[in-house]
């Protein structure tokens, strides 16, 4: 089964972001930078977090852990799973499978 990433949320710099993750019932978070100088795309910095039992409890433990990820208030949730998805890349281009 491979995880679904369920929302992506991007820092101000645009060079780190939170990938929110679903794999079946569990659900889950991974921190993910990119080095534009390099071209090789975004990259995990640690292994996905899994384990929590929802959405919400996987990303307030992302911004209890993660400093610049804050809780969404009414006004951004809908953003949220409209934000760009951040994915691994391989040199060639294609995409990686996470999981």
Do not use: I, N, Y
Not at 4 to 28: I, K, M, T
Not at 29 to 36: G, N, Y
């Amino acid at each position: 089964m491979k995880r679904l990433v369920l929302a992506s949320l991007e820092d101000e710099g645009g060079d780190r972001c939170v990938d929110l993750l679903q794999l079946g019932a569990d659900f889950g978070w991974v921190e993910c930078r990119r080095d534009p100088e390099d071209g090789h795309g975004w990259r995990h910095l640690h292994p996905p977090r899994m384990g929590f039992a929802d959405r919400a409890a996987a990303q307030a433990d992302a911004a209890e852990t993660v400093g610049w990820v804050q809780l969404p208030t009414l006004e951004t949730q809908g953003r949220l799973t409209q934000s760009r998805v951040c994915r691994t890349l391989r040199r060639d281009g294609g995409a990686v499978r996470d999981g």
